[in-house]
């Protein structure tokens, strides 16, 4: 009974064992680094991208605040006074930014108020639409509040940055830049003030 039930053990081994070309690709290792590089390449390309694409747009931010400053300290000096021109002010605004963005699509708004509690907050998208018609240009005179804003849509390359930064249906991210001044009494040059 031994001898019967040892062959049927062996015959039910035999049974069960993976095929004979399974068991040739058990004793061979020569592919093992491509699969585990099949398996890892996509989660690590895709966290690499997004690294790169969110430091980017941290770096293009940072760059068109600093460069709304620049330009804001200028305003608020007097070197750029009350005779300053919108296309003057948008050149100002371009060359500090010229390395990122491309100027044609920079949204650029300069307003004048009473107190500071008459100044708006930028526009923020509705519906996955932004509406820039509120923006316009006033060029501040001497002891005046004045705010600048500048606002650029990002392109955003990688699928899941775009679901965490981008609220338009463009699926831009919306770079908004601000400064809020009053103007130093600097010697008015211009007729309007």
């Known amino acids: 009974m031994s001898k019967a039930h040892d062959n ?45 694409e969110s430091s980017l747009l941290f770096f293009a931010g940072q760059m068109l605040e600093s460069s709304v400053d620049d330009v804001g300290r200028k305003v608020r000096t007097g070197q750029l006074d009350d005779t300053l021109t919108e296309s003057q002010f948008k050149n100002e605004i371009c060359s500090a930014t010229a390395l990122l963005f491309d100027c044609s699509k920079l949204k650029v708004d300069l307003k004048v108020a009473a107190k500071f509690d008459d100044l ?60 809020v001044f009053r103007t130093e009494p600097y010697p008015a040059h211009g007729g309007s003030c």
Not at 17 to 35: E, H, L, W, Y
Not at 129 to 146: K, L, R, T
Not at 149 to 162: A, D, G, K, L
């Open 8 to 52: 049927a053990r062996r015959g039910l081994r035999r049974y069960l064992q993976a095929p004979r070309i399974v068991r040739r690709f058990r004793r061979k290792d020569d592919g093992t680094t491509a699969v585990e590089f099949a398996i890892l390449a996509f989660p690590f390309f895709l966290l690499l991208f997004g690294i790169i």
């Open 120 to 179: 708006e907050d930028p526009p923020t998208p509705e519906n996955g639409e932004i509406d820039h018609s509120a923006y316009g240009f006033a060029a501040p005179c001497p002891e005046q509040i004045a705010m600048i804003t500048v606002s650029y849509e990002w392109p955003v390359f990688t699928n899941y940055v775009v679901a965490q930064v981008s609220a338009l249906n463009s699926r831009n991210a919306l770079l908004n830049a601000m400064a």
